[in-house]
């Protein structure tokens, strides 16, 4: 075999060991991207429980309750609509893992909404970002 016709099939094989290589990047930057939002809603969601758990504290309570937790986790009362459904929320993250911009809410019955205005809020569930 001649060095021309070795030529074509290494290329080959390079070419295609860039695209898995791709690929495996894409892969692995959407499956970390789904752990983070992840991340992002159980530890909201835990901060919910153990709210629920100390008898919902209220005022300086709730400041109390909410000091040594993540720092971009705030008391929240706001009222979204979502279709024909209106949530009132509880808590807020103010910068999710993922560092995408919005807001992600838990409301008062556990739902959670992610928010960029000015678009509609979301429903967001951990079943969501299952790989």
Same mark, same amino acid.
Do not use: C, M, Q, W
């Given at each position: 075999m001649s060095n021309r016709q070795l030529y074509p099939s290494v290329l080959? $094989?390079?070419?295609v060991l860039i695209a898995i290589l791709i690929g495996i990047y894409v892969a692995i930057g959407i @499956?970390? /991207? !789904?752990?983070l939002k992840r991340a992002s809603l159980m530890?909201? %969601?835990m901060t919910y429980d153990r709210w629920k758990e100390a /008898?919902? *504290?209220? /005022? $300086? $309570?709730?400041?109390a309750f909410l000091e040594g !937790?993540?720092? =971009? &986790? $705030?008391?929240?009362n706001i009222t979204l609509r979502v279709d024909a459904t209106t949530y009132v929320t509880q808590f807020a993250m103010?910068? &999710?893992?993922?560092?995408? *911009? %919005?807001?992600? @809410?838990v409301?008062? =019955?556990r739902q959670f909404l992610f928010w960029r205005p000015p678009k509609? *809020?979301?429903?967001w569930s951990r079943e969501n970002f299952l790989p």
């Open positions: 080959n $094989v390079v070419l @499956f970390e /991207g !789904r752990s530890e909201l %969601g /008898g919902y *504290p209220t /005022g $300086v $309570v709730l400041a !937790r993540d720092p =971009n &986790i $705030v008391a929240s103010n910068r &999710i893992k993922t560092s995408e *911009p %919005g807001t992600l @809410f409301t008062t =019955n509609t *809020p979301e429903l």
